[in-house]
């Protein structure tokens, strides 16, 4: 089985190595491969068949997409690869002719195996590139082609809101591909713990890719920029040993965190703590790992504050940090200038995607 993971750009790294050790697992040959045919925010899986024995005994197969939908911290959505093909030209073909090629091309393929006909379906597009189509031709297109192969087996139901099965179709450049999203419509970043919505919350797949790069290996650990709390609440869910800190200026947001972390169940596992993270050094004497996205200016505050925010922030950080710390911002002058002048050394430097920007991560120490 080959299972296209999406997960959001400069982390796919990562994404890789974690779906690795998951499959590790398993017991089962795996390959994994990052940005397949250089698109970014994929990472291919190519599985075998798994299986695990029920409570009497019996062998059953186990639903490897299920499993990673399951486990997963930082993958976005989980694809069962129906088939892909490479459309040459297809980039300066007309609309007609290029709608007709992905036409002919999913007719052929055995959707029925992926779909009752009993059960509704929708089509989500996707497409990357040069083209003189758009995705909603494709969805069109690609849901015209599946409706007809299924009257072939009964009267097929379409539901564009709430689909029973969802079918995935990604035109990149000259590579078509369909799947069948398991993970639903809701991208598994969405955690369910999220009951309080903070305007400008991290991305919990990048909270976790923050987690990765930090590498915390037990010692205390704070956001001093918490929020929501989406890396303190994070970290805690990986069943993390150590203190677990989380700083924030503003009452609302802190009490938002709270909000979170009760209904993550790791309320009793951070520590909340409402202040100023250009005091940092009136808190606490030594902290060994830091994490956070502190403001940027742009949902929060205003811009020409930064330069001063983070000076203010690295000089503390400079006063108690033991280890290392990891931020993520659009402001890489700033930034960079901040660290610097405080005396970090930055180890590793990213781009990450997040809400359509490119974001700067560093790691210090
Ligand atoms: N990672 C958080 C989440 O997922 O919800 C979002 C962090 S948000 C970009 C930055 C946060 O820093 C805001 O909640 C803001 O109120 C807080 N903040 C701004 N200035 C601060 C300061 N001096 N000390 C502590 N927190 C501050």
């Avoid at 397949?36 to 899986?45: N, S, T």
């Avoid at 007719?107 to 497409?127: I, M, N």
């Avoid at 704070?222 to 069943?239: K, Q, V, W």
Wanted: with cysteine; aromatic share 8%; glycine share 10%.
């Amino acid at each position: 089985m080959r299972l296209l993971l999406t997960t959001p750009q400069g982390i796919e790294d990562l994404a890789k190595a974690e779906v690795e050790n998951l499959l590790s697992k398993l017991g089962v040959p795996f390959r994994v491969e990052e940005k397949p045919l250089g698109v970014e925010g994929r990472v291919l899986a190519e599985v075998g068949e798994a299986f695990y024995r029920d409570e009497k005994g019996r062998e059953r197969e186990l639903s490897v997409a299920t499993y990673l939908n399951e486990r997963s911290r930082l993958l976005h959505r989980v694809i069962v690869e129906i088939a892909g093909e490479r459309f040459e030209g297809i980039c300066e073909d007309e609309p007609e002719k290029a709608l007709s090629r992905i036409e002919g091309f999913v007719a052929s393929l055995p959707v029925e195996r992926f779909v009752k006909v009993s059960e509704s379906f929708a089509v989500r597009p996707f497409r990357k590139g040069e083209h003189r189509i758009t995705s909603v031709d494709i969805a069109k297109t690609v849901g015209k082609a599946i409706f007809e192969r299924l009257e072939r087996f009964g009267k097929p139901k379409v539901n564009l809101d709430h689909p029973s099965v969802i079918f995935r179709a990604e035109l990149v450049g000259e590579s078509f591909f369909l799947g069948i999203d398991t993970t639903g419509d809701s991208s598994l970043h969405r955690r369910p713990w999220r009951v309080y919505d903070h305007p400008a919350h991290l991305k919990a797949s990048i909270a976790n890719a923050l987690i990765e790069l930090v590498k915390p290996d037990g010692g205390s650990f704070i956001d001093p920029f918490c929020g929501s709390g989406t890396i303190p609440i994070e970290l805690a869910l990986r069943g993390y040993p150590g203190r677990i800190i989380c700083l924030e200026k503003y009452r609302r947001y802190l009490l938002g965190a709270e909000m979170n972390a009760l209904a993550a169940g790791v309320h009793d596992r951070i520590e909340f703590l409402l202040g100023d993270a250009t005091r940092l050094g009136e808190y606490f004497d030594s902290v060994d790992f830091a994490a956070s996205n502190p403001p940027y200016g742009l949902k929060i505050g205003r811009r020409s504050m930064i330069p001063e925010l983070y000076m203010g922030f690295f000089g503390e950080l400079a006063k108690v940090l033991e280890k290392r710390g990891v931020f993520i911002t659009t402001e890489k002058k700033a930034m960079e200038e901040a660290i610097e002048e405080n005396g970090f050394k930055i180890l590793h430097h990213r781009l990450i995607g997040h809400g359509g920007l490119m974001v700067h991560t560093y790691v210090i120490e």
